[in-house]
């Protein structure tokens, strides 16, 4: 992806950064955090994925892309 497609300019992002609050103790589930961790748990299953082995980020990129239509298309197919 090149440095020009950056975030703001294909679309409108925010980025909101959750701080835990003073009185919580212990282990505290932040909101909407376990989208991301599943999907990238889900994106890690795929071999290729789950180690660095492209030599370019190209490479890297194409084949995240192809995981993600995986996924998509089985997301699909259950409906």
């Known amino acids: 992806m090149p440095l020009a497609l950056t975030p703001d300019k294909i679309g409108k992002w925010t980025v909101e950064i959750i701080k835990r609050s003073d009185v919580a103790k212990g282990f505290e589930v932040l909101p909407r955090r376990w989208v991301v ?6 994106l890690n299953r795929n071999r290729r994925l789950a180690k660095d082995f492209e030599q370019t980020i190209a490479l890297a990129t194409a084949w995240l892309f192809i995981a993600s239509i995986q996924l998509f298309t089985r997301r699909i197919a259950r409906l």
Do not use: Q, S
Request: glycine share 0%; net charge neutral.
């Open 37 to 42: 961790e599943r999907t990238l748990a889900w």
